[in-house]
């Protein structure tokens, strides 16, 4: 039989196979060339930049849980003008796709960040984070309010020279209406979920584990929420949507696109196994040919019910 | 390992063979080498759920290793004097730095290595380091052995008596406010001094941001990871 294909089409750009790696947790690539072959990745999303450098919150900023981490690093980034001047230039030829999240506080942060990304023909996607406080509202998330999640959008794309993915938090009470809103001011994709929100005390000193108080949780413990979220927006938008949430190995994987994702990242795997991604794509390719299965596209949205 | 570690660099082990608690690698500072057989060692306090199930580990059994990582000690042979000073578990990195420079041909009367206990009940900790001909000293909170009290008194008290040579390098690991008393005191006295650092690392090769000390004087972070463990005593702010 012939080898199958992993090729997916997410916003008009073809990824070599489904399998990213998310954002915080792959740093601007360049950390993990001494251990994979970048090459061999559907793509890499780097860490959110925003407007300035930032330094981050003040340690500890993380805490692990049960199957979990959390953490609250603060969007600690080298800013903008750092990106493009020092980190770019490593993620050019690299051979995969690049996607760069992009973060801010405001309308203005976001447009001016953008501005900047826009004519640098190495980029092939944005994802906007837009699960930051919104500091000029009244600091609830941006992704929380399905018209916040439509303006905003709205906004970006207007002046966004790229295809534009919005990554969705799960800390809301129906993720459809928001998924909805960015799909109808223009989104080329959706990424989701985010961290979920999350707080943990060392109950013999009584300590908060962080010193941010809360954090966004992520790891194993997060995937059925994050498998859940892809269904229920896969019911209600065309557009293409990126699984993130607990992803550890190709069963993880398989499991996201069963629920209607086009293609995955990897997080927090990446911390624990620095090869987790090709160990993956390598396990998908083998599924894929035990089952007969000629395209991994064949997989999209083919949950059954029990 | 093929050669011998840079003292100071550590390894990221998986605790558990299977499973997803606990997700993450659990950080060791290489405490010995053995050239011949290429054997590391590590020693570990169990503190929490990472160590317990580490300890469960029986001979034989395969664990997922990463390493060496990180920045170790960086000093030349052509230093005056070696002080290292351990806390408890603090023993491994300024242990294999004890022996690299013993094996490079550095006079051991050169070097003192002040260790602290809590009570002469943990001296089994520090068996290796007595088999080194270099000058030892205790302290104990107690005073069941050696000094009584913390080995950074002890510490004051050697550099008070000059007998730690003139122009001491000062080395140290261990708990956080042993450091700090080290940090302060080699200040004090004006001595060059190196701080191997603890810290929780989730990632251990510098992507995930999590184990950041805070550099002193700037308003900026450096990873313990990638930048560490091994810091120059003046450039953190504990």
Known sequence: ?306 | MERFPIPGTFLHIKPNTTGTDPLLRRAFSIFDYDETSGVVDILYKVVGRGTEVLSRVRPGETLDVLGPLGNGFDLPLTIDHLVLVAGGVGIPPVYLLAKSHLRQGFDGNKINYLCGLTTAAEKPMADRVEKLPINLQFATDDGSLGFKGFVSELLRARLDDGSLGINPVICACGPDGMLKAVQTIARAYGKKCYLSLESIMPCGVGTCLGCVVKNDGEEKYMRVCREGPVFEASEVEL
Not at chain 1, 4 to 21: A, Q, R
Not at chain 1, 58 to 85: H, K, Q, W
Not at chain 1, 159 to 188: H, Q, R, T, W, Y
């Open chain 1, 1 to 306: 039989m012939t080898t199958p294909s992993l090729k997916v089409t997410i916003g008009g750009v073809e990824f070599k196979n489904p399998i990213l790696t998310a954002s915080g947790t792959f740093g601007y690539g360049e950390e993990f060339d001494e251990y994979i072959d970048l090459s061999r990745l559907g793509g890499i999303v780097t860490k959110s930049i925003t407007r300035h450098e930032r330094k981050g919150h003040p340690p500890p900023r993380t805490a692990e849980t049960a199957s979990g981490m959390l953490n609250a690093i603060g969007l600690a980034n080298v800013g903008v003008d750092a990106y493009v001047r020092e980190k770019l230039p490593f993620l050019r030829n690299l051979g995969t796709r690049i996607v760069v999240n992009v973060a801010g506080f405001d309308t203005d942060e976001y447009l001016y960040v953008i501005d900047k990304l826009n004519g640098h023909d190495e980029i092939d996607m944005i994802e906007l984070n837009i699960s930051c406080p919104n500091v000029k509202g009244d600091g609830m998330e941006f992704s929380s309010n399905p018209q916040i999640a439509y303006d905003i959008v709205r906004r970006v794309k207007e002046i966004c020279g790229f295809p534009l993915m919005p990554k969705l938090s799960p800390n809301v009470a129906d993720i459809k209406p928001i998924a909805k809103a960015c799909e109808e001011a223009g989104a080329d994709a959706l990424a989701l979920i985010n961290t979920v929100y999350g707080m943990a005390i060392d109950p013999f000193n009584w300590r908060i584990k962080l010193t941010n108080i809360t954090g966004g949780l992520s790891g194993p413990a997060i995937k059925p929420v994050a498998i859940a979220a892809v269904w229920k927006t896969a019911s209600v938008v065309k557009i293409p949507i990126v699984g993130i949430g607990g992803i550890m190995d190709y069963r993880d994987v398989i499991e996201f696109l069963l629920a209607g994702a086009t293609a995955v990242q990897f997080g927090t795997a990446n911390f624990v196994q620095p090869d987790c991604t090709i160990r993956a794509i390598d396990d998908l390719t083998d599924y894929l040919v035990s089952r007969n299965i000629q395209d991994v596209n064949d997989l999209i949205g083919k949950a059954k019910k029990t």
